[in-house]
């Protein structure tokens, strides 16, 4: 896939993304940290993070781990994928759907 098509397709992502930061407040530090953690993983796996899987998660935390990332950093990129994951799925849920998943 180019580069300027994967762009297009992010860009509802990415905006959905900011507005659930948003409303839950998060820091602009958050925010620039979040982006930049979801776009280095869509950098590497080289489509839509809506369509990696966890085999991919994994892998991609493998590869960066044996590249030499710490913990801490580590931890962050995953925390950042999971709140990216979840915000994407939030607006295609449906009420009674999102509720079961939170429970």
């Avoid at 776009?39 to 899987?53: E, I, K, Q, Y």
């Amino acid at each position: 896939m180019t580069e300027s098509i994967c762009a297009v397709l992010i860009i509802p992502l990415r905006q959905r993304l900011i507005e659930e930061m948003e409303l839950r407040h998060f820091s602009i530090e958050t925010k620039r940290n979040y982006i930049g953690d979801v776009v280095g993983f869509v950098a590497w796996l080289g489509r839509p993070p809506n369509s990696g899987t966890t085999e991919d998660l994994h892998r991609f935390q493998v590869q960066r781990r044996e590249a030499g990332m710490p913990t801490r950093p580590m931890n962050s990129v995953v925390v950042a994928l999971r709140f990216s994951s979840r915000a994407h799925w939030i607006g295609r849920l449906s009420l009674e759907d999102y509720i079961a998943i939170r429970s």
